[in-house]
Nanobody, 118 residues
């Protein structure tokens, strides 16, 4: 089993920045892929960014050039550096583990809320 805890959410104005963090505990040695997903009100959960043990990353088109994912799967850490935030980035952001470059795994955190408004 893997437990995931997110932190770093908050409220920011358009154009602002935030950094999210995720820490995994439990059977972290099995983790090869960690990812961020988000779910906006009334919408389905969607992939934001993925980071693999080998250093490969994948981003949603909507965040490319603005968000940067990083971390160390061997230590169970994942970060999301978000810049030039837009109102449409408002969502609950979830950490995920044990998925692929495109699909989620079985392990989810409880989420952290990011609100972008003026």
């Amino acid at each position: 089993q893997v437990q995931l805890v997110e932190s770093g959410g908050g409220s920011v104005q358009p154009g602002g920045s935030l950094t999210l963090s995720c820490t995994a505990s439990g059977s972290i040695s099995r983790i090869v892929v960690m990812a961020w997903f988000r779910q906006a009100p009334g919408k389905e959960r969607e992939l934001v960014a993925v980071n693999t043990k080998g250093g490969t990353t994948n981003y949603a088109d909507s965040v490319k050039g603005r968000f940067t994912v990083s971390g160390d799967t061997t230590k169970g850490t994942l970060y999301l550096d978000m810049k030039n935030l837009k109102t449409e980035d408002t969502a609950v952001y979830y950490c995920n583990a044990d998925g692929t470059l495109w699909t989620p795994g079985d392990y989810w955190g409880k989420g952290t809320l990011v609100t972008v408004n003026s």
